[in-house]
C-alpha cells in the first residue's frame, strides 16, 4: 500500500491530466475548446487592428509593396 500511495504523490498530476484528457475526448468537448479559441483569438485581433488602425494599415501597405 506504501508503494501505490508513493506512486499517487508522485505522478498524481499526470494521472488527472490523463483522465481529464480522455473526458474531453470522450464527449467531443475539443471542438467547443477550439470554437472558444478562435473566437477569443478573432476578438483580441480585431481590438489591436481598431485600436492601431494607423500602424495596422502601415504594415498591410508595406507587406503589399514587398509583393
Same mark, same amino acid.
Given at each position: 500500500? +506504501?508503494? /501505490?500511495? +508513493? /506512486?499517487?504523490?508522485?505522478?498524481? !498530476? &499526470?494521472? #488527472? !491530466? @490523463?483522465? #481529464? %484528457? $480522455?473526458? @474531453?475526448? &470522450? ?5 467547443? $475548446?477550439? %470554437? $472558444? /479559441?478562435?473566437?477569443?483569438? !478573432? &476578438?483580441? #485581433?480585431?481590438?489591436? @487592428? ?9 504594415? #498591410? ?7
Amino acid at each position: 500500500m +506504501e508503494g /501505490f500511495k +508513493e /506512486f499517487w504523490n508522485h505522478y498524481k !498530476g &499526470a494521472i #488527472i !491530466g @490523463v483522465i #481529464i %484528457a $480522455i473526458l @474531453v475526448l &470522450a464527449t467531443r468537448l475539443y471542438n467547443l $475548446i477550439i %470554437a $472558444i /479559441f478562435v473566437l477569443c483569438l !478573432g &476578438a483580441l #485581433i480585431g481590438n489591436y @487592428v481598431q485600436q492601431n488602425k494607423e500602424e495596422v494599415k502601415d504594415r #498591410i501597405k508595406k507587406f503589399i509593396d514587398k509583393m
